[in-house]
Structures are given as C-alpha cells and as structure tokens.
C-alpha cells in the first residue's frame, strides 16, 4: 500500500537561471525570532555559497521563513543539495543549543514521528517554494519583493532598517550580515 501523498517540489535546474527560494520554519513557528538563530541562518548562507557555488543577490530572514534569490555558478547542479547545505546547518545548531540549554520542552515541539522514528523538525519538510527567474526585470522585482518584507510585517519602516536582509547593502551600508556578490544581469 503506498504511503500518504506528499507534495513534492519540482527543480528546474536550468543553467543561467537564478532561484527565487522561499523556506519556512517548522509549522511556520517564529523560530526565528532571535538574533543567534538569524545568525546561524546566515552563517549557513554564507557556508552553502562556498561549498555549493553560487551567487547570492539578495537575503532575508523573517521571524519564520528565509527569501533568497541566488544564482549556482556551476552548468550542473541541484537545488536539493544547495537546499540541503542552506537549512540542515541550521537544524543541527538548533537541536545542539536546544540539548546545550537543557530546552527538553522545545526539543519535543521540534520533534515529530516520521515512519517508525521521531526526527528532529526545524524547517518545514520538502524544498518549499522554487520560481525560476533569468531577465533582468523579474530578477529585479524580486529583489524588491524580498527586501519589502519586513516592511510590509510592520517590523520595520525600511527596508534597509531590517538586520538580516541584504537591503541594507543594496542601500550602500558596509555593515551588513551578509556580503552579495555582484553579478552582472543579462
């Protein structure tokens, strides 16, 4: 008997295509919310551009979900591995804290049965939301998109104003969480 439906994400993995990539937080919980677990989201960012090879053109980091838009550098590659480099650091800084801190109530809300075994749950399962993008205009958009959104949550009257969003560089501050790399759109 075949097990319940999962919905499944589809991967374009088209050379020269940037990637709109929205993920969220375990049932959309704020888990976020912090400035040490924002960090160790970009942390994991900045580590996935090394290993995984890719551009990043804009960043954010909401109370319960993370917008990228990046762009691999490599012909192949596979969003499931860029996915899987941006969010299981994460979890594993997560769980380690939650132990550390002696957290058992948090540990156990993060926690569900999958099959036969319980799994430790930080992100929503699956690869969450994947736009293709290659023109300039759309790419553009969304860059504005991401960068609005603290705004239009009412944590912020700026975009620039909001820590972990590359919005701050875009507007010219050096001090920004995270470097984006500079790419020259067709």
């Known amino acids: 008997m075949a097990g319940p439906y999962r919905k499944r994400r589809r991967a374009i993995n088209e050379s020269g295509h940037a990637h709109f990539l929205t993920y969220s937080c375990w ?5 976020l919310e912090k400035d040490r677990a924002c960090q160790w989201v970009v942390d994991a ?6 290993s995984q090879d890719f551009d990043l053109l804009a960043f954010v980091v909401m109370p319960e979900h993370v917008h990228l838009l990046l762009l691999p550098r490599r ?12 969010k299981s ?4 800084r997560a769980k380690e804290h939650l132990q550390v801190t002696g957290n058992t109530e948090w540990l156990e ?9 319980r799994v430790f749950r930080f992100w929503q399962p699956g690869g969450g939301y994947d736009k293709n993008q290659w023109n300039e205009r759309p790419i553009r958009e969304t860059i504005d998109y991401i960068h609005a959104n603290p705004v239009r949550r009412g944590l912020v009257a700026g975009p620039a104003q909001w820590k972990w969003s590359s919005a701050g560089v875009y507007a010219g501050h050096t001090d920004g ?6 790419v020259k759109l067709d």
């Not at 969480?177 to 500079?182: E, K, N, P, Q, V």
């Open 89 to 92: 650091p994460v979890s594993r």
């Open 75 to 86: 012909r192949d590659y596979e969003m499931r591995r860029i996915l899987a480099a941006l």
């Open 45 to 50: 960012i900045d580590a996935a551009r090394s």
């Open 109 to 117: 809300r993060l926690t569900a049965s999958h099959g036969n075994r």
């Open 177 to 182: 969480a995270l470097a984006i790399d500079s």
């Open 27 to 31: 049932q959309r919980w704020p888990l």
